[in-house]
């Protein structure tokens, strides 16, 4: 189950499972997208369905979860992938971006793993890969509210870790640098937009993510991958 299935990191991850023979179901709030890349992956020959949810919305992420186990009777690894980058300066008060983000990239996280526990915690089986970033590591001028929410991925990753690994639930971070995706569109400031876009000159390719992605999945049971961080070679 991949959430923001439907553009950039979440839509590589999504082939690269596919072509690996996974089950997919694909999550995100754009139905022309989703649409898509499952007829892509159907014509691959991959399996995946879609539902269009909102991760800020606890139902619908219930939900999601509830179809991916009536379609598949069971969900193997969740992906909490959504999420925003709406970069500015503190000073400029850009309240709305700061609820946006907390609201998608926390909130999101914690309801996708909500949803999600009871089953594996009844099977003693899963994944959650949650999506962190470089910015859960270090923070930079206009990344503050970004890099908050994605420390706080980390910890809550970490705490899940501590929770649920007796239950045979594995817990991975990943934490990407530069990535070509459509995430800076998020960046309401045309000036910070500018300035972000001049260091994602070097990004690299979602698929070098899909490919973490993978590597974490495809370890036998008893070793967990607990963080990855991939930077463009050339990022600082
Ligand atoms: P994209 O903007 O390409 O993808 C973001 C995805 O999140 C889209 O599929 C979007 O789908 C989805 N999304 C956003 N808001 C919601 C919502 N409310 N409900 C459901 N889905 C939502 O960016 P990336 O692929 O780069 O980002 C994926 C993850 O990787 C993010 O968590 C990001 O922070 C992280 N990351 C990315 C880096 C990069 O450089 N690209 C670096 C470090 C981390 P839709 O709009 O259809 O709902």
Do not use: C
Not at 143 to 168: F, M, W
């Amino acid at each position: 189950m991949i959430t923001g299935a439907s553009s950039g990191i979440g839509e590589a991850a999504a082939k690269e499972l596919a072509s690996k023979g996974a089950k997919l179901v694909l999550a995100a709030r754009r139905e022309d997208r989703l649409k898509k890349l499952q007829e892509d992956i159907q014509n691959q020959g991959g399996q995946a369905i879609y539902k269009v949810t909102d991760v800020t919305s606890h139902e619908q992420m219930e939900e999601l979860a509830a179809y991916a186990l009536t379609e598949f009777g069971k969900i193997d690894v969740l992906i909490n992938n959504a999420g925003l980058m709406p970069n500015s300066f503190l000073y400029k008060k850009q309240i709305d971006d700061w609820n946006k983000v907390i609201d998608v990239n926390i909130k999101g996280v914690l309801d996708g793993i909500a949803a999600v526990l009871p089953s594996m915690r009844e099977r003693k089986s899963g994944h959650i890969i949650n999506l962190s970033s470089v910015a859960g590591h270090v923070v930079g001028p206009t990344s503050t509210v970004y890099a908050a929410t994605k420390h706080a991925v980390r910890a809550i990753s970490e705490g899940l870790r501590k929770e649920e690994y007796s239950n045979n639930i594995r817990s991975t971070i990943i934490s990407p640098g530069a990535v070509k995706s459509e995430l800076t569109e998020s960046i309401t400031d045309p000036d910070v937009k500018a300035a972000v876009g001049e260091m994602y000159k070097g990004a690299i390719e979602a698929e070098a993510i899909a490919r973490a992605i993978a590597f974490a999945i495809e370890q036998p049971a008893d070793v967990a991958v607990n963080e990855m961080l991939i930077r463009p070679t050339h990022q600082e």
